[in-house]
């Protein structure tokens, strides 16, 4: 009896996984149909590796079978790549002849990859090592590996671009985005189309009408591959469009070269030393992201929301409410839009109704689209229609008695599970709940300019928000196909708070004589679309001056704000929205600045240099301005204001452009520098200036000193 209690717990984890059988093997019509069942998403494992090449073996060897299926059993997946926790950096190159696609390829018997959903990284190489693909329209296709830092390491540099030819291969591996199955036919990639009902049946018809003594393996086709001379000018056009920064973008350039040259089997071996060379940082980086991304959603003890967002009341039709709104209706969700008088409200709903009709005009939308957002967009001045809202976000003006005065009334005209959200980015969401009954229903749904482009919502919770709450906040960004970070209530949230430093030390280096422009370009040049004075001139500067105020108040002691940016609003040089600002209308303007940045070093307490401004290189800079970032991450990380420190890597990529092959602003320092250079860079800063914005905290000092990861939230 004991024995028999024990023995389940005697079994590893892993080891019940390697025994689960994911594949399944019948033979239909003289067909065996090999179905992958490897959840959630048919990774390939080295187990489903082998279980695959064991059944495909077994088909090979039955005499009453003539042609083999691969198949899924997982609705909406066929394979979504390799697996990627199995990922561990190469000690050695491999044999690229024992990878899945090449022995599916080495198959007597044809072998038909029958896809239906996604078919990504290592699972589209594995649909092209078989003899043939049908598909169905909507299925979704592509080579996202550079995504990961890595290259398409199964054949896929060399079997792609002679299916497709070169031009496209190389489009589809370098923007990383899958294509439909509808596309993949039009590309001759797929042989057959047909919905998922008939998927099986034609899958079968196909199979057992190959003739494989007339087969050409895709490694050796030649009939779609570019001209020679074609094939030199797209060559060129490539080495211009690589990035040298990601250096895996290169190296699958140069696989697909070999292959092109010296044939496909030789290809794959060029291939496998490419992969093998793999800037690794950057590797790490990414796949660090890629599950950081999929993380910031679990949050401990919240329920699961079984309910849909079905509609949202937008307070506030200015350029937030306005965003936010769009942001709704172009997802399914009623909007119902309130504004303090008739003008300002018709003023919300034109605005609103213009860029539909601009998404209308550019094709971004189809008529049916069009129709169906703004019949879902009502407007009024009153509250009449709240008690039947799902959520409300309030988007007024900064003005805390405002924010107050709204959230009384919500508190009267809206049902008792109404989530009531404040997209505030400066005021203390806790002072605007504290004395109404409501207040476990108020939360932080903090929303990036443009509402409806940019990619991260922040959730701020208070000392009273519910966890039911933060379920539903959750649901909200999943409906709003947004990425989600969840935050504990303080001043700036996550992202306006670890990026005050950014715009301190920007103005720190102005006053130290170096110029904005060079900053910008430094900045640019580590990965930022833009550099931070022309994203002030972007945002507008006086919401700048407004936004670091009130970081200034929270945290004076390491706030430094330059001379500049309050001369340049003095000078009502506000941004691109009044024509002018550091820029005039996005281009240079040296003279108009000179005498005004002169001005501003010579208001500045401490001008003395740390060097000669030519002195300082690009990683001199992107230090100064990036090192304070990493070290006000650390302290929120210190202070326990988020789940996981991997939230701020999302948070810095999603809210601030923070380049993802970087990893993320505490994963870049981690991976690239290592915390403890991180700390000797910021103390050294520290010592040199005397500023408080570089005096590494606690949590950062701490993990130097035992020598651990800035992620491991010591
Ligand atoms: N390996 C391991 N786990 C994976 C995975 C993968 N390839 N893809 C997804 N998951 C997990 C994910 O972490 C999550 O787990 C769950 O599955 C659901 O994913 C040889 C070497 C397919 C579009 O880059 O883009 O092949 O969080 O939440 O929104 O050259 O997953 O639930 O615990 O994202 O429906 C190339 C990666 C690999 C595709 C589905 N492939 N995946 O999106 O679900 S490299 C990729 C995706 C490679 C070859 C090389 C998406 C998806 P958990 P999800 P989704």
Redesign the pocket.
């Given at each position: 009896n004991v024995d028999h209690k024990l023995e389940p717990t005697s079994i590893q984890h892993s080891d019940v996984k390697a025994q689960e059988e994911v594949v399944t093997y019948e033979v239909n019509k003289q067909v065996a149909v090999i179905r992958m069942g490897s959840k959630?998403?048919n990774?390939?494992s080295s187990h489903l590796k082998s279980s695959i090449e064991e059944k495909v073996s077994e088909a090979n060897k039955d005499t009453n079978v003539k042609a083999i299926v691969l198949m899924s059993a997982i609705p909406?997946?066929f394979i979504?790549?390799?697996?990627?926790?199995e990922?561990k950096p190469k000690t050695k190159t491999e044999d690229p002849t024992t990878?899945l696609p090449s022995r599916l390829e080495g198959s007597t018997k044809p072998i038909v990859a029958a896809i239906d959903g996604?078919c990504?990284?290592?699972?589209l190489?594995t649909a092209m090592g078989c003899t043939a693909r049908v598909a169905t329209p909507n299925s979704?296709l592509g080579?996202?590996?550079l995504?990961?830092g890595?290259?398409?390491?199964?054949g896929?540099t060399q079997r792609l671009p002679r299916l497709i030819g070169v031009k496209k291969a190389m489009e589809l591996m370098l923007t990383m985005k899958?294509i439909s199955g509808k596309e993949a036919h039009d590309l001759k990639l797929v042989d057959q189309l047909c919905e998922s009902n008939q998927l099986l049946s034609t899958a079968i018809q196909l199979a057992l009408s190959i003739d494989m003594s007339k087969n050409i393996k895709s490694l050796h086709r030649q009939d779609r591959l570019e001209s020679k001379a074609e094939l030199e000018q797209i060559f060129a056009h490539l080495e211009k469009m690589v990035d040298p920064r990601q250096p895996q973008q290169r190296q699958a350039l140069n696989a697909v070269k070999a292959g092109v040259t010296r044939g496909g089997d030789e290809g794959l071996v060029a291939e496998e030393e490419e992969s093998f060379n793999v800037h690794k940082p950057t590797a790490k980086a990414l796949q660090h992201l890629?599950?950081a991304e999929?993380?910031t959603s679990?949050i401990p003890n919240v329920p699961a929301y079984n309910k849909k967002i079905n509609s949202v009341g937008v307070i506030g039709g200015g350029t937030m409410g306005g965003g936010i709104a769009i942001a709704c209706l172009e997802n399914g969700i009623k909007v119902t839009l309130k504004e303090v008088n008739q003008k300002f409200l018709d003023a919300g709903l034109e605005r609103i109704k213009n860029t539909f009709k601009s998404k209308l005009e550019r094709k971004r939308i189809n008529q049916k689209q069009f129709d169906a957002a703004l019949n879902n967009l009502t407007g009024t001045i009153s509250y009449e229609g709240f008690q039947t809202l799902d959520c409300v976000i309030e988007a007024v003006l900064e003005i805390v008695d405002l924010k107050k005065s709204v959230f009384k009334d919500l508190s009267k005209h809206c049902n008792k599970e109404c989530i009531l959200g404040t997209n505030t980015s400066t005021i203390d969401i806790e002072s605007i709940a504290s004395d109404l009954d409501c207040r476990d229903r108020i939360i932080g749904l903090h929303f990036f300019s443009p509402a409806n482009v940019m990619p991260l919502l922040e959730i701020i919770r208070t000392s009273h928000t519910s966890n039911e709450i933060i379920a539903a906040g959750l649901q909200l960004s999943k409906q709003l196909r947004k990425t989600p970070v969840v935050v504990k209530n303080c001043v700036g949230f996550a992202v306006n708070r670890i990026f005050f430093p950014y715009g301190g030390a920007a103005g720190f280096l102005v006053d130290r004589g170096v110029h904005p422009y060079r900053i910008d370009k430094a900045l640019k040049n580590f990965g930022f679309g833009v550099g931070p004075f022309r994203m002030s001139d972007i945002v507008g500067l006086d919401v700048g001056v407004m936004t670091s105020n009130s970081m200034k108040g929270a945290y004076s002691d390491r706030a430094y704000d330059g001379q500049l940016k309050q001369i340049m609003v003095d000078q009502k040089r506000l941004g691109d929205k009044v024509g002018r600002g550091y820029y005039i209308k996005g281009k240079p303007d040296e003279e108009g600045i000179a005498d005004l940045i002169k001005a501003s070093q010579n208001r500045a307490n401490n001008p003395k240099p740390l060097k000669n401004q030519n002195e300082f290189t690009d990683a001199d800079i992107q230090e100064i301005l990036l090192l304070p970032v990493v070290n006000e991450a650390c302290r929120v990380v210190q202070e326990n204001l988020v789940y996981r420190v991997s939230d701020l890597d999302v948070a810095s990529v999603m809210g601030m452009n923070f380049p993802r092959f970087r990893g993320g602003i505490v994963a870049w320092a981690d991976v690239f520098l290592g915390a403890k250079k991180t700390f000797e860079k910021l103390d050294r800063l520290y010592q040199e200036t005397g500023m408080e914005m570089f005096k590494p905290c606690e949590y950062l000092k701490k993990c130097a000193d035992n020598n651990k990861s800035l992620e491991s939230g010591l």
């Amino acid at each position: 009896n004991v024995d028999h209690k024990l023995e389940p717990t005697s079994i590893q984890h892993s080891d019940v996984k390697a025994q689960e059988e994911v594949v399944t093997y019948e033979v239909n019509k003289q067909v065996a149909v090999i179905r992958m069942g490897s959840k959630p998403v048919n990774a390939v494992s080295s187990h489903l590796k082998s279980s695959i090449e064991e059944k495909v073996s077994e088909a090979n060897k039955d005499t009453n079978v003539k042609a083999i299926v691969l198949m899924s059993a997982i609705p909406g997946f066929f394979i979504a790549g390799a697996d990627i926790t199995e990922f561990k950096p190469k000690t050695k190159t491999e044999d690229p002849t024992t990878r899945l696609p090449s022995r599916l390829e080495g198959s007597t018997k044809p072998i038909v990859a029958a896809i239906d959903g996604f078919c990504l990284g290592g699972g589209l190489e594995t649909a092209m090592g078989c003899t043939a693909r049908v598909a169905t329209p909507n299925s979704r296709l592509g080579l996202p590996e550079l995504n990961l830092g890595i290259i398409p390491g199964w054949g896929g540099t060399q079997r792609l671009p002679r299916l497709i030819g070169v031009k496209k291969a190389m489009e589809l591996m370098l923007t990383m985005k899958p294509i439909s199955g509808k596309e993949a036919h039009d590309l001759k990639l797929v042989d057959q189309l047909c919905e998922s009902n008939q998927l099986l049946s034609t899958a079968i018809q196909l199979a057992l009408s190959i003739d494989m003594s007339k087969n050409i393996k895709s490694l050796h086709r030649q009939d779609r591959l570019e001209s020679k001379a074609e094939l030199e000018q797209i060559f060129a056009h490539l080495e211009k469009m690589v990035d040298p920064r990601q250096p895996q973008q290169r190296q699958a350039l140069n696989a697909v070269k070999a292959g092109v040259t010296r044939g496909g089997d030789e290809g794959l071996v060029a291939e496998e030393e490419e992969s093998f060379n793999v800037h690794k940082p950057t590797a790490k980086a990414l796949q660090h992201l890629f599950f950081a991304e999929r993380a910031t959603s679990k949050i401990p003890n919240v329920p699961a929301y079984n309910k849909k967002i079905n509609s949202v009341g937008v307070i506030g039709g200015g350029t937030m409410g306005g965003g936010i709104a769009i942001a709704c209706l172009e997802n399914g969700i009623k909007v119902t839009l309130k504004e303090v008088n008739q003008k300002f409200l018709d003023a919300g709903l034109e605005r609103i109704k213009n860029t539909f009709k601009s998404k209308l005009e550019r094709k971004r939308i189809n008529q049916k689209q069009f129709d169906a957002a703004l019949n879902n967009l009502t407007g009024t001045i009153s509250y009449e229609g709240f008690q039947t809202l799902d959520c409300v976000i309030e988007a007024v003006l900064e003005i805390v008695d405002l924010k107050k005065s709204v959230f009384k009334d919500l508190s009267k005209h809206c049902n008792k599970e109404c989530i009531l959200g404040t997209n505030t980015s400066t005021i203390d969401i806790e002072s605007i709940a504290s004395d109404l009954d409501c207040r476990d229903r108020i939360i932080g749904l903090h929303f990036f300019s443009p509402a409806n482009v940019m990619p991260l919502l922040e959730i701020i919770r208070t000392s009273h928000t519910s966890n039911e709450i933060i379920a539903a906040g959750l649901q909200l960004s999943k409906q709003l196909r947004k990425t989600p970070v969840v935050v504990k209530n303080c001043v700036g949230f996550a992202v306006n708070r670890i990026f005050f430093p950014y715009g301190g030390a920007a103005g720190f280096l102005v006053d130290r004589g170096v110029h904005p422009y060079r900053i910008d370009k430094a900045l640019k040049n580590f990965g930022f679309g833009v550099g931070p004075f022309r994203m002030s001139d972007i945002v507008g500067l006086d919401v700048g001056v407004m936004t670091s105020n009130s970081m200034k108040g929270a945290y004076s002691d390491r706030a430094y704000d330059g001379q500049l940016k309050q001369i340049m609003v003095d000078q009502k040089r506000l941004g691109d929205k009044v024509g002018r600002g550091y820029y005039i209308k996005g281009k240079p303007d040296e003279e108009g600045i000179a005498d005004l940045i002169k001005a501003s070093q010579n208001r500045a307490n401490n001008p003395k240099p740390l060097k000669n401004q030519n002195e300082f290189t690009d990683a001199d800079i992107q230090e100064i301005l990036l090192l304070p970032v990493v070290n006000e991450a650390c302290r929120v990380v210190q202070e326990n204001l988020v789940y996981r420190v991997s939230d701020l890597d999302v948070a810095s990529v999603m809210g601030m452009n923070f380049p993802r092959f970087r990893g993320g602003i505490v994963a870049w320092a981690d991976v690239f520098l290592g915390a403890k250079k991180t700390f000797e860079k910021l103390d050294r800063l520290y010592q040199e200036t005397g500023m408080e914005m570089f005096k590494p905290c606690e949590y950062l000092k701490k993990c130097a000193d035992n020598n651990k990861s800035l992620e491991s939230g010591l």
